[in-house]
């Protein structure tokens, strides 16, 4: 197993780079929102994940329309980005409601109305958060309340679960900038361990 590597001193030589806001695999996040005049508006978070039961988190700057909007609404959703989205999630990361007001357009997204809050879901991403804000910290963390989560039966199993595979999410690469997909599945969680008890 290591038969590669190079130790100094009992330890494996690793190269350090210092401070970097890299994490694997970093979820592709599009939050969607409706504007005053129920525009729908999409943005590709860079940062977010799941912040308590039922709670997740997205790291948003006060400038962006979608900060706006989810402080006038007290809502949003998140979505998965997708393999076959790449181009519009990607396109709604790098241009601003602020500038483009029709951006969710652009991208070709069509919005259907959440049942539980006031934002849209885009019925091109297959799985959906739908939230209800709980609070924006001093420092731009945006938390919500997860309230439903919706999916597309196209990514449901015959099981009636959600399929990893058929959802076929996407991860950012903060190191080359790139889009990953998901590879194969390669363990079954609370239970490969067991086998070291």
């Known amino acids: 197993m290591w038969n590669n590597c190079k130790f100094e001193r009992g330890f494996i030589m690793r190269k350090n780079f ?3 806001t890299w994490l694997y695999p970093m979820p592709v ?5 409706y504007d005053e005049n129920g525009t729908p508006n999409a943005m590709n ?9 039922n709670q997740i988190m997205v790291c948003l700057a006060d400038d ?8 006038k609404n007290g809502a949003f ?4 980005a997708t393999t076959k989205t790449v181009v519009p999630c990607d396109y709604v ?3 601003s409601a602020n500038d483009v007001p029709d951006k969710f357009a652009k991208a070709g997204f069509n919005a259907v109305k959440s049942e539980y809050v006031n934002a849209p879901i885009i019925a091109e991403l297959p799985m959906t958060a739908e939230c209800k804000l709980l609070k924006f910290n001093e420092d731009g963390i945006c938390i919500g309340e997860i309230v439903n989560i919706s999916a597309d039966e196209s990514i449901i199993d015959a099981d009636g679960r959600i399929d990893a595979k058929l959802l076929d999410p996407i991860c950012y690469d903060g190191v080359t900038h790139a889009y990953w997909n998901l590879g194969e599945r390669v363990g079954q969680a609370f239970s490969d361990g067991t086998k070291l008890k």
């Open 18 to 20: 210092g401070p970097k």
């Open 45 to 53: 978070a860079a940062w977010g994940g799941i912040y308590d039961t």
């Open 64 to 71: 962006h329309k979608t900060t706006q909007n989810i402080k």
């Open 77 to 80: 959703t998140v979505s998965f």
């Open 93 to 95: 990361g790098i241009v």
């Open 29 to 33: 996040l599009i939050v969607g929102t």
